[in-house]
T-cell receptor
Framework: NAGVTQTPKFQVLKTGQSMTLQCAQD?????MSWYRQDPGMGLRLIHY???????DQGEVPNGYNVSRSTTEDFPLRLLSAAPSQTSVYFC????????????????FGPGTRLTVT | KNQVEQSPQSLIILEGKNCTLQ??????????LRWYKQDTGRGPVSLTI?????NTKSNGRYTATLDADTKQSSLHITASQLSDSASYIC???????????FGQGTTLQVKP
């Protein structure tokens, strides 16, 4: 198993550009999510999905879009990049759903370091 | 507001020594509390997951404790190794929202 994979590992964008961060998992997990990690702050949830075709907003969704057409893939789109979106982005997956409150482990990808100038 | 606070913010210890990291939370009710280890440039990796009814859980040299009455948890690292140098993140799963609430992490540096 490759686990959770993310591409690219690093990206530099100019303000106003758009791009898609890719995330894939091969563990047949229903639940996938995107987080951003900023210095001195805990990870913050951007968007999440409890299964193919179902997505919902997290804590900081503005400026980001997601879709979940397959169980394996959960891309994150930046519509018009802003310097405030400079961050490290992590994709994660687990068996548990939003409502189950279960104790399943959440597996994180290696992250994408994004800089917006 | 649901919060998870960790202390200290950073810590330096000598190889072979023990250390304890603290986590205080206000999330209530909660389903479980997790500790993650995050190496520099990598994603977090789960160390332990404890439900509200568990007091202690071990994973090798890592032992997590939970006091649901005082809303405190600690992560004790025994006989530290250079590979323990990382950020340690305390995370609480809210029963109400089903969402994970992350602490800001404690950065541990183990020196030879």
């Amino acid at each position: 198993n490759a686990g959770v994979t993310q591409t690219p590992k690093f990206q530099v964008l100019k303000t106003g550009q758009s791009m898609t961060l890719q995330c894939a998992q091969d563990m047949n997990h229903e639940y996938m999510s995107w987080y951003r990690q900023d210095p001195g702050m805990g990870l913050r949830l951007i968007h999440y999905s409890v299964g193919a075709g179902i997505t919902d907003q997290g804590e900081v969704p503005n400026g980001y879009n997601v879709s979940r057409s397959t169980t394996e893939d959960f891309p994150l789109r930046l519509l018009s990049a802003a310097p405030s979106q400079t961050s490290v982005y992590f994709c994660a997956s687990s068996y548990e759903s939003r409502t189950s409150g279960g104790s399943y482990e959440q597996y994180f990808g290696p992250g994408t370091r994004l800089t917006v100038t | 507001k649901n919060q998870v606070e960790q202390s200290p913010q950073s810590l330096i210890i000598l190889e072979g020594k023990n250390c304890t990291l603290q986590c205080n939370y206000t999330v209530s009710p909660f389903s479980n509390l997790r500790w993650y280890k995050q190496d520099t440039g990598r994603g977090p990796v789960s160390l332990t997951i404890m439900t509200f009814s568990e007091n202690t859980k071990s994973n090798g040299r890592y032992t997590a404790t939970l006091d649901a009455d005082t809303k405190q948890s600690s992560l004790h690292i025994t006989a530290s190794q250079l590979s323990d140098s990382a950020s340690y993140i305390c995370v609480v799963l809210s029963s109400n929202t089903g969402k994970l609430i992350f602490g800001q992490g404690t950065t541990l540096q183990v020196k030879p």
